[in-house]
């Protein structure tokens, strides 16, 4: 439990981290709009198993990931490194977005949210800097 001492948002992080895959797992038993209407068969359908249980793996291949870098990098460049794997996976579930059932749905928009979220503390990030740069002044 020290990975989540005085860290708010890693806390955060793997809250919203655990909601999503319960979130996942669960929207495998709502209807599949491709199979209704497109391939036309009717319900019920079957659980996705095999899907759910591939982006569970994948979620924690990406966890691992981010987690790894948090632990073993120290430079400033660690959240842009962070920015770029979750940008990474977005790219990667998001060409299969078309005929996407909802299971597959979830992992898109949690690679979003994370994207989202390593995008707007690499704008902090980058405000800091230049607040420092430019507006703080120098003691002589």
């Known amino acids: 439990m020290s990975y989540f001492r005085s860290k708010p948002l890693r ?5 919203l981290w655990i909601i999503f895959v319960g979130l996942i ?8 709009p491709y199979l209704l209407h497109v391939q036309n068969i009717p319900p019920p359908h079957p659980y996705p198993i ?17 987690v790894t870098m948090d632990l ?3 430079s400033r460049w660690k959240f842009f490194a962070m920015l770029l794997t ?12 078309m005929h996407a059932p909802p299971s597959l749905g979830g992992m898109i928009f949690w690679t979003f949210l994370s994207s989202l979220l390593f995008l707007l503390l ?3 990030q980058v405000c800091l800097f230049f607040l ?4 703080c002044r120098e003691s002589v």
Request: aromatic residues 20%; neutral net charge; charged residues 10%.
């Open 86 to 97: 979750s940008i990474l996976f977005l790219f990667g579930f998001g060409m299969m977005a």
């Open 11 to 15: 806390v955060v992080f793997t809250i």
């Open 50 to 66: 095999e899907l759910v249980v591939i982006l569970i793996m994948a979620m924690l291949f990406h966890l691992s990931l981010l």
């Open 72 to 74: 073993y990098m120290d």
């Open 132 to 135: 420092r740069r430019f507006f």
């Open 25 to 32: 797992i669960t929207l495998g038993f709502s209807t599949d």
């Open 122 to 124: 690499c704008f902090r």
